[in-house]
């Protein structure tokens, strides 16, 4: 018995002699199992870290090497925001002149075809777009006008048109295959339908639309005139057009900082200004120095008006805005998500400027 007692305190012993070398040898800090997790984790890591191409300057390594590196950085910069305006080639939403036919009807023609954009200078895509430009053509009538709009397709696969928030007959809504036909590439397609109230909206594909819309397919659309809420005198009204995807990418009215294009007005000017998210995501647009007032959401006059120095807008929304040019200068006008709008290279994407003189 006292044998067997001796073996069992030896063995006792030894086993945890044994344990205890093993926790020694665990390697303190980093850790062993800290280690596996890493290497386990590093290729999806890798896999959602953006490339430097894609992260629009959100890194930090700029500055974390000295002066010089700061200095370079600081350099380019100035070297980008200084050059605004920059000029490219191509010009979007341009006004569409329609023809009248004989019993009053004004009948657009827009043609959807493949073109190459010049987003800001030297950067090139292949886009598609209506009538040769990005956004396409904006269109416009009065309330009590008919209108027609012949849409031909150039493009290498089916299309259509919807007419975002236009109160018209179901069959000229621009579904496929649930109010009409895709339009087959060489065909075209009229859209008919009167205008009934005030609109101010767009137009957009609605056939492979994560494709087709971010690729240059949309535009803007103005039916009548918002009324503004004291009778100020507007001496200018402008639509600014949000992109955020495809190969146009974050740009205004189809242009990326420094080619976007400023606002220009006369101190003490009233200006109205329609927001259209033509984008993925919503995007806050923020105007230094002066207030936007807001009076109309989706082409709705608000019964109350209120004043903004940001306004959030939605996928698909759209927001008209009174600014009264009140404070003389530069003053800029941007998203305020900065990775859509500033970073290590300088300001970037959706970016422009109010200069008021």
């Not at 390594?61 to 370079?72: E, M, Q, T």
């Not at 009807?105 to 987003?119: G, R, Y």
């Not at 000229?172 to 649930?178: A, E, H, K, L, T």
């Amino acid at each position: 018995m006292d044998g067997a007692r001796s073996r069992a305190l030896v063995a006792a012993i030894a086993f945890a002699l044994a344990l205890t070398v093993s926790l020694w040898t665990i390697p303190r800090g980093s850790g062993a199992t800290e280690a596996s997790h890493a290497a386990e984790s590093a290729p999806a890591a890798e896999a959602a870290a953006p490339s430097a191409a894609e992260d629009h300057g959100t890194s930090h390594d700029a500055s974390a090497g000295g002066a010089g590196d700061w200095k370079a950085m600081d350099e380019a910069m100035a070297k980008r925001d200084k050059s605004f305006p920059a000029a490219t080639k191509g010009q979007g939403g341009q006004d569409l002149v329609p023809k009248v036919l004989a019993d009053g009807t004004k009948e657009f023609h827009m043609t959807a075809a493949p073109l190459k954009w010049e987003v800001e200078p030297g950067k090139v895509v292949d886009a598609w777009g209506f009538n040769g430009m990005v956004p396409g053509p904006t269109i416009r009538a009065d309330v009590g006008d008919k209108v027609r709009i012949v849409v031909k397709n150039d493009l290498p696969e089916p299309t259509s048109v919807h007419w975002h928030g236009i109160q018209l007959p179901n069959k000229m809504d621009g579904v496929p295959n649930v109010t009409q036909d895709s339009i087959k590439p060489g065909k075209s397609f009229a859209y008919e339908f009167p205008v009934t109230r005030i609109a101010d909206t767009w137009y957009h594909s609605h056939y492979n639309g994560t494709k087709q819309v971010s690729s240059g397919l949309w535009g803007a659309i103005q039916f009548g005139d918002i009324p503004t809420p004291h009778k100020e005198k507007v001496a200018q009204k402008q639509i600014i057009q949000i992109q955020d995807a495809g190969v146009i990418g974050m740009t205004l009215n189809g242009k990326s900082f420094p080619a976007t294009k400023p606002l220009k007005a006369k101190v003490g000017d009233w200006v109205q200004v329609t927001y259209v998210n033509a984008g993925t995501m919503a995007h806050p647009m923020h105007l230094h120095g002066v207030d936007q007032v807001i009076i109309a959401k989706d082409g709705f006059p608000l019964e109350q008006t209120y004043k903004a120095d940001t306004v959030n807008v939605a996928p698909g929304e759209r927001y008209t805005v009174l600014i009264h040019a009140d404070q003389p200068g530069k003053w800029i006008w941007h998203c305020h998500i900065f990775p859509h709008a500033e970073g290590s290279q300088g300001m970037f994407g959706l970016v422009m400027e109010m200069q008021i003189t």
